[in-house]
């Protein structure tokens, strides 16, 4: 079990960017593979994006492909979310996600530690 702390969250104008930090505790950050998701007003949880333990493959959500990476610090326990050309759409809470399963999931019953989210808000 990890517990997780999302920062980096605010106001930004569409066009914009920020970088989401999704700080792990414990020692076996390395053995985790990470996931980003997020939720709109109104809406359901959505995948972002995710990446696997080594850091060797990642994955991200049809609606921000292009526009969002994520990447991992394994020393820093850390994973990020980088998030560019930023859209009123995107306006969420984001929340990062963990899980000992090799693979990334989509799904958010395939993590089983969660952090309290991090509000987006992206003005017109």
């Known amino acids: 079990q990890v517990q997780l702390v999302e920062s980096g969250g605010g106001l930004v104008q569409a066009g914009g960017s920020l970088r989401l930090s999704c700080a792990a505790s414990?020692?076996?950050?390395?053995?985790?593979t990470m996931g980003?998701?997020?939720?709109?007003?109104?809406?359901e949880r959505e995948f972002v994006g995710g990446i696997r333990a080594?850091?060797?493959t990642t994955l991200v959500g049809d609606s921000v492909k292009g526009r969002f990476t994520i990447s991992?610090?394994?020393?820093?326990?850390?994973?990020?979310?980088?998030?560019?050309?930023l859209k009123p759409e995107?306006?969420?809470v984001?929340?990062?996600a963990a899980t000992l399963n090799?693979?990334?999931?989509?799904?958010?019953?395939?993590?089983?530690?969660?952090?309290?989210?991090?509000?987006v808000t992206v003005s017109s």
Not at 26 to 32: D, E, K, L, M, P
Not at 36 to 43: I, N, Q, S, T, V
Not at 102 to 119: A, E, I, L, M
């Open 26 to 32: 414990g020692r076996t950050f390395n053995s985790h």
């Open 90 to 92: 995107d306006t969420a």
């Open 102 to 119: 090799f693979y990334v999931s989509r799904q958010t019953t395939g993590y089983t530690d969660w952090g309290q989210g991090t509000q």
């Open 72 to 85: 991992r610090d394994n020393a820093k326990n850390t994973v990020y979310l980088q998030m560019n050309s």
């Open 36 to 43: 980003w998701f997020r939720r709109a007003p109104g809406k």
């Open 54 to 56: 080594s850091g060797s």
């Open 94 to 96: 984001y929340y990062c």
